[in-house]
């Protein structure tokens, strides 16, 4: 079970973390985990440029060290990436040191200048987060689109991600193959459906 969206005292048990963006203006971030894989991230990328829209790709590392040209296309596509460790790594089952090791790895296959941090199934312990620099960002979400979940329609993916999106919002999608039948389908109905309503598609912004 889950949530859709990110309640109040959640965001206030952890005020370090990034859950939206202070803003009154018309503007949603959305946010794809997990890849980058290929024709999942290329019908992100595709996809989002019909609408004009720019996004934050948290990637693991591992799959960009498979997939590089994909990577670099994210970012010449003018998109900002964010660290999501090398193996998808869940910090509440992981040490601190190896956990630390495992971004570092991630931090190292990125090659780049990013103070985005995504842990894995939003899970990491405080001493984790302590350890990590003073200028990261830990990007969570307050709209979570389930689009990973095989209890979720494709329809109720789309319903939901709507319902619970507002001016400021990080929305959570993933560009993996789990997810690909529900993200396929919800995404460009999103971003049509706020496209119409004037919103705009922002990155977040890197270092």
Known sequence: ???????FWLKAL???YKWHVNTQEKKIFLT??????PEITEFVMATLK?????????????????????FKEILAQG??????????MNGWKSGDAKYMD?????KKELNLNTNLFRPPYGRMKKSQSRQLPAHTEIIMW?????????????????????KHARPGSIVLFHDSLKAAKNMQYALPRFLDH???KGYRFEALPML
Do not use: W
């Open 79 to 88: 998109h900002s990436v964010g660290n999501h460790t090398f193996n998808h």
């Open 194 to 196: 706020f496209t119409k």
């Open 50 to 70: 019909q609408y004009h829209a720019k996004a934050t790709f948290f990637c693991i590392g591992d799959n960009v060290r498979k997939h590089p040209a994909i």
């Open 142 to 162: 307050d709209v979570l689109s389930g689009d990973f979940s095989p209890t979720v329609s494709p329809e109720t993916c789309l319903k939901k991600t709507i």
């Open 32 to 37: 794809f985990d997990d890849g980058p894989i």
């Open 102 to 106: 495992n971004i570092a790895l991630c």
């Open 14 to 16: 952890f005020p370090r």
């Open 1 to 7: 079970m889950f949530l859709h969206y990110s309640p």
